[in-house]
T-cell receptor, first 116, second 114 residues
């Protein structure tokens, strides 16, 4: 079974530029998560999708970050415009969880973003 | 609100030593799940274990063991006879509430020297 795929693996941009990350979850997984992991810290949830609907985006900086999950499969996370403090690894995860239950999240390799 | 504290930041041991990674959690929910993840230098998070709040049995898997104590809100992880391949960052995480989102600790960097 293929794991969670993410691209690109690395991205370097200058502040005020835009960037987009892509995630393809494990086939059949209804729930998709985007996490931000700043160096030296644990991952922090940015947004959670259940199929193509948003379940939790309370920690997403909506003035500059946006995410979508068209057709309930792939997802894109965008930052526009980027700030220096956005430098981090962006992790995508998926799980087969449906509401009311819990199954472990499987993580992709992440995208390392450097904002100069 | 959920909180996970990993007070240790870096641990260095010599190969074959035993090492314990501490984790203390806070939640008001009576139903919750605790996790340990390993993050090797490659960056991918590798799931190690999940425990639910109703199961306090300790668990052993090969060289790994976990000690869950609700009385002290702790979920500690012990590696027996450590190996160089165990070098990684280890995260403890908590999931509680309807959305089941994970709240991670800051992680412990384990270095195992030959």
């Amino acid at each position: 079974e293929a794991g969670v795929a993410q691209s690109p693996r690395y991205k370097i941009i200058e502040k005020r530029q835009s960037v987009a990350f892509w995630c393809n979850p494990i086939s059949g997984h209804a729930t998709l998560y985007w996490y931000q992991q700043i160096l030296g810290q644990g991952p922090k949830l940015l947004i959670q999708f259940q199929n193509n609907g948003v379940v939790d985006d309370s920690q997403l900086p909506k003035d500059r970050f946006s995410a979508e999950r068209l057709k309930g499969v792939d997802s894109t996370l965008k930052i526009q415009p980027a700030k220096l403090e956005d430098s981090a690894v962006y992790l995508c995860a998926s799980s087969s969880q449906l509401a009311g239950g819990y199954n472990e999240q499987f993580f992709g390799p992440g995208t390392r973003l450097t904002v100069l | 609100a959920q909180k996970v504290t990993q007070a240790q930041t870096e641990i260095s041991v010599v190969e074959k030593e035993d090492v314990t990674l501490d984790c203390v959690y806070e939640t008001r929910d009576t139903t919750y799940y605790l996790f340990w993840y390993k993050q090797p230098p490659s960056g991918e998070l590798v799931f190690l274990i999940r425990r639910n709040s109703f199961d306090e049995q300790n668990e052993i898997s090969g060289r790994y063991s976990w000690n869950f104590q609700k009385s002290t809100s702790s979920f500690n992880f012990t590696i027996t006879a450590s190996q160089v391949v165990d070098s990684a960052v280890y995260f403890c995480a908590l999931s509680a509430g309807a959305n089941s989102k994970l709240t991670f600790g800051k992680g412990i960097t384990l270095s195992v020297r030959p």
